[in-house]
């Protein structure tokens, strides 16, 4: 199957490859993964306490598709307030990738890796509230 | 979809006993051969032509385990692939993501011996899940809503084939 040049480009030099501190109050990960490939992904961001995404890293075991939407996610994700990268849908994903039917499972991925890393950035930020004396 | 299990002559069971899988792909490969039938008319000849390719098929599908389960899940109704199969558990993920770490930092510090181990104890998980889910096959029914008890097993079996492909690769690359 051929990969259009976005994806070989973004797989070629993927951005924002890496690791934030999981245990940072700021920082939300989410790990997911697609069983019927065998593909994991893993991605996250720190945000702001204004609620602005000020970096985002990804790590991805899988096709290029998947390396591919999960780089293009982080470098989107960048700069956004946490409302707006919820708007994210894997179909920007796929549309700006061009990928095929067989691959838009990938770009669904990575639109359950964003929201995974926002739930488990506000699920931190709510157990941060709910602490007594703050 | 061709049967595979009907196509070899075998029963619809996980486990299969590979050398009695391989002498029926080989008897049959035999029968079907092209030069048995260098007299026959053109049909026949097709005909011939194209069992031997389904056999070939079917071998592929059965000595595979992972497309050997698929197969017999698909047979009993129950639908694979990426929207039908449940999500794998955060558990899981999280230790094949560290794994697959521990296999890029082995491969960056051209550690043959750590690639090597950690190729061997996922070696070591795959037939453990492979005889679970031996057992899981043998208990249930051909009923969808018991053998729909392997999905998550299969799709563990996928994590590890793609470690071990990866590893296998490393391996091939620091010992050339």
Redesign the interface.
């Known amino acids: 199957m051929a990969y259009s040049e976005k994806v070989i480009e973004h797989y070629e030099n993927p951005r924002n490859v890496g690791t934030l501190d999981k245990n940072d109050e700021h920082v939300g990960t989410g790990l997911v993964g697609a069983p019927a490939c065998g593909d994991v992904m893993r991605l996250q961001i720190k945000v702001s306490d204004a609620g602005v995404i000020e970096d985002a890293k990804f790590k991805t075991f899988g096709c290029g598709s998947a390396i591919a939407s999960s780089s293009l996610a982080t470098e989107w994700l960048k700069g956004k307030t946490i409302d707006e990268a919820e708007q994210i849908k894997n179909s920007m994903i796929a549309e700006e990738l061009h990928l095929p039917p067989v691959k838009i499972h990938c770009s669904v991925l990575a639109e359950d890796a964003i929201k995974s890393a926002i739930a488990d950035f506000r699920s931190k930020q709510a157990a941060k509230k709910a602490l007594p004396g703050q | 979809m061709i049967d595979p299990f009907q196509t070899l002559g075998v029963e619809a069971r996980f486990d299969l006993d590979p050398d009695d899988l391989a002498r029926r792909h080989r008897d049959l490969s035999r029968a079907l051969h092209p030069d048995r039938y260098a007299g026959a008319p053109a049909a026949e000849r097709r005909l011939s032509l194209s069992r031997a390719i389904e056999v070939n098929d079917a071998f592929r599908v059965l000595k595979d385990p992972i497309r050997r389960a698929e197969a017999l899940l698909r047979r009993a109704g129950v639908p694979?692939?990426?929207?039908a199969?449940?999500?794998?558990s955060?558990d899981?993920?999280?230790e094949?993501?560290e794994r697959?770490?521990e296999l890029g930092d082995a491969r960056r510090r051209k550690d043959l011996d750590a690639v090597r181990a950690l190729a061997e104890a996922i070696r070591g998980r795959e037939r453990e899940v492979l005889a679970s889910m031996g057992r899981q096959f043998a208990a249930s029914d051909p009923d969808a809503t018991k053998l729909a008890v392997v999905?998550?097993e299969?799709?563990e079996l996928?994590?590890l084939?793609?470690f071990l492909d990866?590893a296998s690769a490393i391996e091939e690359e620091l010992s050339s």
């Not at chain 2, 694979?80 to 929207?83: A, K």
């Not at chain 2, 199969?85 to 794998?88: A, D, G, I, S, Y």
Request: net charge positive; aromatic share 4%.
């Open positions: 694979v692939g990426e929207t199969e449940p999500k794998p955060p899981l993920l999280m094949m993501m697959r770490e999905l998550p299969l799709g996928r994590y084939r793609r990866e």
